[in-house]
């Protein structure tokens, strides 16, 4: 299976700050199958970019995502309050699917 | 909306077996693969099982394939996880979601339900 490798495991950051958060996979990805999502505690993740850099419906431009084969970034420009959160990258170019660690973005 | 509600979740002994359930609302269930990942408790997400918008195609996780059977009911708007031979391993909130890919695998979900959570004793 593609192992995804995210980090940092935390990322301590103020609010209006940017957050550059990696997401490395063991082998390369087919085509431009990565995707990440947002959890927030106690709740369900939801959809941020696929396709790499594909927003999903109604998510800001202040998140963005980039990379290629192995290696795969999400930025998010400058934080807002709402954005702490902890973050996973995940993989839908071979069987079986697989996501990251995650990342937890927290203030 | 699109909504999604899983139930069936509880405390079950290690080896026996239980099914849960994921209600759907909102949109054209039977074009739209849906999806099982689950979340075991302070961990991150484990995608375990998907079908597609027939039921004619699924795949699942290794750590669950023989023991786990993925089913839906378009007439029911329901899609179902039947769980056997069930282990402390197995313990999680198990989420449903919709995939985003219409009569096809996208293969990337949302969104997703609120999750129902499974404890399984030794």
């Known amino acids: 299976e593609n192992v995804l490798t995210q980090s940092p495991g935390t990322l301590s950051l103020s609010p209006g700050e940017r957050a550059t958060l990696s997401c490395r996979a063991s082998r390369s990805v087919s085509s431009t199958y990565l995707a990440w999502y947002q959890q927030k505690p106690g709740q369900a993740p939801r959809l941020l970019i696929y396709?790499?850099?594909s927003r999903a419906t109604g998510i800001p431009d202040r998140f963005s995502g980039s990379g290629s084969g192995t290696d795969f970034t999400l930025t998010i420009s400058r934080l807002e309050s709402e954005d702490f959160a902890v973050y996973y990258c995940?993989?839908?170019?071979?069987?079986?699917?697989?996501f990251g660690g995650g990342t937890k973005v927290e203030i | 909306q699109v909504q999604l509600v899983e139930s069936g979740g509880g405390v079950v002994q290690s080896g026996r077996s239980l099914r849960l359930s994921c209600a759907a609302s909102?949109?054209?269930?039977?074009?739209?693969?849906i999806h099982w990942v689950r979340q075991a408790p302070g961990k991150g997400l484990e995608w375990v099982a998907v079908?597609?918008?027939?039921?004619?195609?699924?795949y699942y996780a290794d750590s669950v394939k023989g023991r786990f059977t993925i089913s839906r009911d378009n007439s029911k708007n329901t899609l179902y996880l039947q769980m056997s031979t069930l282990r402390v391993e197995d313990t999680a909130v198990y989420y449903c979601?919709?995939?985003?890919?219409?009569?096809?695998?996208?293969?990337?979900?949302?969104?997703w339900g609120q999750g129902t959570l499974v404890t399984v004793s030794s």
């Open positions: 079908i597609s918008y027939d039921g004619s195609s699924t």
């Open positions: 909102g949109f054209t269930f039977s074009t739209y693969g």
């Open positions: 396709g790499i850099s």
């Open positions: 995940q993989q839908y170019g071979s069987w079986p699917l697989t």
């Open positions: 979601a919709k995939d985003l890919g219409d009569y096809y695998y996208a293969n990337y979900f949302d969104p």
